[in-house]
């Protein structure tokens, strides 16, 4: 990175040395590519840094007399923590297009799903499975991304809580999907139940390793920890064990064409999600200071959040016994699972 501001003791115009100073484009910082993108534009550098281009210290400061950002807000060390540049390039206005997008797709599902009377052809033992398991799910969708809000507020760069603030609102969006879903064809089914998910959430067996999981991850001070322990290690363990690995699959064998693209999306964020975090995670992995620290650091993360994702998703094993229909067993999911996260931690050098 070129000379910045903080070695200037002028706030003169052009005082401070930085990229295109010397030009007309106005840019200051270093683009990954060979030109800057859109989201580069609107996203670096837009929370100022001391260390930077500012040539006083923070804007704002608390009582302890920290600034508004600080780096021990993880215990996680960087050479430069402006290199992060999220793949899914996603700011405000593709963020709200896209969730649009989602929302419009999934209630259009809904009512036509609904128009042709497709709840009422659901198989009686799979509407017990979504009021009950469903239902309980929401509340884990919710869970993580309430302390993907709170890591969000603590990230070092406007790029790494962007990353980390989008993934909050799709955890929230499918929260609130799922709500409104079960909602709406509760309107088509007798009997139906809306408080049961909430029941089983906080009282059946099944589900307590999967709150212990997320209410451990909530409870982390560390936002990086958080944010990989979802992404690295919740997700590919329990997240899609659950969504594909049951509810996309069990439910047309049981007369249930809404569910799968209802959670589908969901599938879609992860991607999207998990991308952003093993780009951060590797050049914190790799760096040229710090790179062993942080290898050893995330490693302690993995077998933390770890023994608590296997201890949930092995307490999920019974739904997978419950359908009429099977069309997979929970051994053939685990074994995906077990290969997913092999194949996640082996890209960042990590080891289960």
């Given at each position: 990175?070129?000379?910045?501001?903080?070695?200037?003791?002028?706030?003169?115009?052009?005082?401070?040395?930085?990229?295109?100073?010397?030009?007309?484009?106005?840019?200051?910082?270093?683009?990954?590519?060979?030109?800057?993108?859109?989201?580069?534009?609107?996203?670096?550098?837009?929370?100022?840094?001391?260390?930077?281009?500012?040539?006083?210290?923070?804007?704002?400061?608390?009582?302890?007399?920290k600034?508004a950002?600080?780096?021990?807000?993880?215990?996680?060390?960087?050479?430069?923590?402006?290199?992060?540049?999220?793949?899914?390039?996603?700011?405000?206005?593709?963020?709200?297009?896209?969730?649009?997008?989602?929302?419009?797709?999934?209630?259009s599902?809904?009512?036509?799903?609904r128009?042709?009377?497709?709840?009422?052809?659901?198989?009686?033992?799979?509407?017990?499975?979504?009021?009950?398991h469903?239902?309980?799910?929401?509340?884990?969708?919710?869970?993580?991304?309430?302390?993907?809000?709170?890591?969000?507020?603590?990230?070092?760069?406007?790029?790494?809580?962007n990353?980390t603030?989008?993934?909050?609102?799709?955890?929230?969006?499918?929260?609130?999907?799922?709500?409104?879903?079960?909602?709406?064809?509760?309107?088509?089914?007798?009997?139906?139940?809306?408080?049961?998910?909430?029941?089983?959430?906080?009282?059946?067996?099944?589900?307590?390793?999967?709150?212990?999981?997320?209410?451990?991850?909530?409870?982390?001070?560390?936002?990086?920890?958080?944010?990989?322990?979802?992404n690295?290690?919740?997700?590919?363990?329990?997240?899609?064990?659950?969504?594909?690995?049951?509810?996309?699959?069990?439910?047309?064998?049981?007369?249930?064409?809404?569910?799968?693209?209802?959670?589908?999306?969901?599938?879609?964020?992860?991607?999207?999600?998990?991308?952003n975090?093993?780009?951060?995670?590797?050049?914190?992995?790799?760096?040229?200071?710090?790179?062993?620290?942080?290898?050893?650091?995330?490693?302690?993360?993995?077998?933390?959040?770890?023994?608590?994702?296997?201890?949930?998703?092995?307490?999920?094993?019974?739904?997978?016994?419950?359908?009429?229909?099977?069309?997979?067993?929970?051994?053939?999911?685990?074994?995906?699972?077990?290969?997913?996260?092999?194949?996640?931690?082996?890209?960042?050098?990590?080891?289960?």
């Open positions: 990175m070129p000379a910045t501001s903080s070695s200037v003791g002028s706030g003169a115009a052009g005082a401070a040395i930085f990229a295109d100073s010397d030009s007309r484009k106005y840019r200051y910082f270093d683009p990954k590519g060979q030109r800057a993108t859109h989201y580069e534009d609107v996203t670096v550098d837009v929370q100022p840094d001391p260390e930077r281009y500012l040539i006083q210290d923070w804007i704002i400061s608390f009582s302890n007399g600034g950002y600080i780096k021990d807000n993880t215990a996680a060390k960087s050479s430069n923590w402006h290199a992060f540049r999220a793949p899914d390039q996603e700011w405000e206005r593709t963020h709200y297009q896209r969730q649009s997008k989602i929302e419009t797709m999934v209630q599902v809904i009512t036509n799903a128009r042709a009377g497709a709840p009422k052809t659901f198989d009686k033992v799979w509407v017990k499975i979504l009021q009950a469903l239902g309980a799910w929401k509340h884990a969708e919710f869970g993580l991304g309430t302390s993907l809000m709170q890591a969000q507020r603590y990230g070092y760069t406007q790029m790494i809580n990353a603030l989008t993934n909050s609102s799709y955890k929230l969006r499918l929260a609130q999907d799922i709500t409104l879903y079960l909602a709406e064809i509760g309107m088509d089914i007798a009997g139906w139940d809306d408080e049961l998910g909430k029941k089983h959430w906080l009282e059946d067996g099944i589900w307590q390793g999967t709150r212990e999981a997320i209410e451990t991850i909530m409870g982390t001070p560390d936002y990086l920890e958080q944010y990989f322990a979802i690295i290690i919740f997700e590919p363990l329990v997240g899609e064990l659950f969504r594909s690995g049951f509810l996309m699959q069990a439910a047309a064998a049981n007369h249930d064409f809404i569910t799968p693209p209802v959670v589908s999306a969901a599938e879609a964020d992860y991607e999207r999600n998990l991308a975090t093993i780009d951060l995670i590797y050049l914190l992995a790799n760096d040229e200071k710090h790179g062993a620290a942080n290898r050893k650091l995330f490693q302690g993360w993995v077998t933390k959040h770890g023994a608590l994702a296997d201890k949930a998703a092995i307490g999920l094993q019974p739904i997978w016994s419950m359908p009429h229909s099977k069309p997979i067993s929970f051994a053939d999911v685990r074994a995906q699972s077990e290969e997913r996260i092999g194949q996640i931690l082996g890209e960042l050098g990590l080891k289960r």
